[in-house]
C-alpha cells in the first residue's frame, strides 16, 4: 500500500511539474487529438491562461486523489477506482457546462452586437471602427474580444488577420457566422451592408427566441436524466462509511456489479440527453 500510494505521488508531481515546465504547442495541427480536444473545450468556455497539458493533468490529479481518498475510507478497490473516474472526468464536466452556458448568452446577445454595428455603418464609421467601437459600447460579455480585434487592427492594419484572431477569441458557432459575414461584405463592397446586417440581426434573433424555448421545454427531461443518474451513486457514496457493508463490494463479483452497473447508468444518460438533446451549432467556419 505504501508502494502504491509512493507511485501516485510521483506522478502527481510529475505532471504538475510538467504542466508549468513542458514548452506550449503554438504550432496548429501539431497538437494531438487529446491536446486538439481540450484546447478547443477550454476556448469554448472561454478559459483563458490555461494550457490543455495543465488542464488534462488537473483532470488526472483530481482523478488519483478521489481514488486514494475513497479508497483509504472503504478500503475496497472497486470503489476507489468508480469515484476516482468520476472524480477525473469532474473538471470536463464543469468546462463543459461553461462553455454551453458561454454560447447560450452570446447567442441572446449576438443581435444586438450586429444592430450596433449596422449603426455605426450608418453613422459613416468603417467596418473596421464599427467592430472597434463594439468593444466600448457593446454588451460588456463581448466587449474584451472586440476590444482586442481594435489593437489588433491598428498595429497591424491587416483587416482579415485580425478578424482570424477574434473568431479564435470568441470561439463561437455564431460569432464564426457573423465574422464571416462582414468579411465577405468588406471583400464585395458595395452599398448592400446596411441590408445585410439588418438581415442577419432579424434572422439571429429569431433563431435565439426559438432554441430558447425549445431548451425551455427540454430542460426537465434532462435534469431528469442527471438526477436518475447521480442517485445510486450517492447511495453507493453512502455506504462507503460503513465498512461491513461495503466490503461486499470487495470481490470480484462485486466489482463486476459496478462495473455494469457504470456502464448502464452511462448508456442510459448518454440515450436520455440524445433524447432529449437540440443539435449543437458546430464550428464550421474556423
Known amino acids: 500500500m505504501g508502494l502504491v500510494i509512493g507511485l501516485f505521488f ?39 491562461g490555461l494550457t490543455p497539458g495543465a488542464f488534462i493533468g ?16 472503504s478500503k475496497t478497490l472497486p470503489i476507489g477506482v468508480v469515484f476516482g473516474l468520476m472524480a477525473g472526468w469532474l473538471p470536463i464536466a464543469l468546462v ?11 447567442r441572446e446577445l449576438w443581435p444586438d452586437v450586429v444592430d450596433n454595428i449596422a449603426s455605426a455603418v450608418r453613422a459613416g464609421l468603417s467596418l473596421s471602427e464599427a467592430l472597434a467601437q463594439v468593444g466600448e459600447r457593446g454588451p460588456s460579455q463581448l466587449r474584451e474580444p472586440f476590444r482586442r480585434f481594435g489593437a489588433d487592427y491598428a498595429s497591424t492594419g491587416r ?31 458595395g452599398g448592400d451592408l446596411g ?13 435565439a427566441r426559438t432554441r430558447s424555448e425549445l431548451e425551455s421545454r427540454q430542460s426537465w427531461s434532462v435534469n431528469g436524466a442527471r438526477v436518475a443518474v447521480a ?15 461495503i466490503q461486499r463490494y470487495n470481490s470480484p463479483v462485486g466489482a463486476l456489479i459496478i462495473a455494469v452497473g457504470a456502464v448502464i447508468c452511462v448508456i442510459a444518460y448518454r440515450v436520455m440527453l440524445r433524447i432529449g438533446r437540440l443539435p449543437e451549432p458546430e464550428r464550421v467556419l474556423r
Open 10 to 48: 510521483g506522478v502527481g508531481l510529475l505532471l504538475i511539474i510538467a504542466a508549468f515546465v513542458a514548452p506550449i504547442e503554438t504550432v496548429p495541427g501539431s497538437d494531438g487529438r487529446l491536446r486538439g480536444k481540450s484546447r478547443d473545450l477550454l476556448a469554448s468556455a472561454g478559459v483563458e
Open 159 to 189: 483587416f482579415a488577420e485580425s478578424l482570424d484572431r477574434l473568431k479564435a477569441r470568441l470561439a463561437d458557432p455564431v460569432g464564426d457566422r457573423v465574422v464571416e459575414a462582414l468579411r465577405i461584405a468588406r471583400e464585395v463592397g
Open 195 to 207: 441590408r445585410l446586417l439588418r438581415s442577419l440581426s432579424s434572422f439571429l434573433r429569431d433563431d
Open 58 to 73: 488537473a483532470c488526472v490529479i483530481m482523478g488519483l486523489v478521489a481514488f486514494l481518498l475513497m479508497f483509504a475510507v
Open 231 to 245: 442517485a445510486p451513486w450517492l447511495v453507493l457514496l453512502l455506504l462507503s462509511f460503513q465498512g461491513d457493508v
Open 96 to 106: 463543459r457546462s461553461r462553455a454551453r452556458k458561454r454560447l447560450a448568452e452570446f
